[in-house]
Nanobody, 124 residues
């Protein structure tokens, strides 16, 4: 299974970007798809996850980011609004096959497949 993340770029503070994660397999078969990010010198951190039972977000992005999945297109999305300089990072998409807890889905170790990352820069 291969995941291809795209959509990153340079945006001004307060702006928006939509990241995409194309999967070369039917995403309907995936239990969950998630997004993580890693800023320079920091650990990769959880951003958002979407499963058949709903969505979950990191507190830092709640109300600003929206995760979704289009099973007809085999693609996951992360809509990012009201971007802040601290949102700048490389964003990675990930997918999980089997069911697990919401708590577990906030951990990198839960995921079976990863994309290569797409860079988001937030600067004026």
């Amino acid at each position: 299974v291969q995941l291809q993340a795209s959509g990153g770029g340079l945006v001004q503070p307060g702006g928006s970007l939509r990241l995409s994660c194309a999967v070369n397999r039917r995403t309907i078969s995936m239990y969950a798809m998630g997004w993580f990010r890693q800023a320079p010198g920091k650990e990769r951190e959880f951003v958002a996850v979407e499963s058949r039972f709903g969505t979950n977000y990191a507190d830092s992005v709640k109300g600003r980011f929206t995760i979704s999945r289009d099973n007809a297109e085999n693609t996951g999305y992360l809509q990012m609004n009201s971007l802040l300089p601290e949102d700048a990072a490389v964003y990675y998409c990930a997918a999980k096959n089997g069911r697990t807890s919401w708590e577990r889905l906030e951990s990198r170790a839960a995921y079976d497949y990863w994309g290569q990352g797409t860079l988001v820069t937030v600067s004026s």
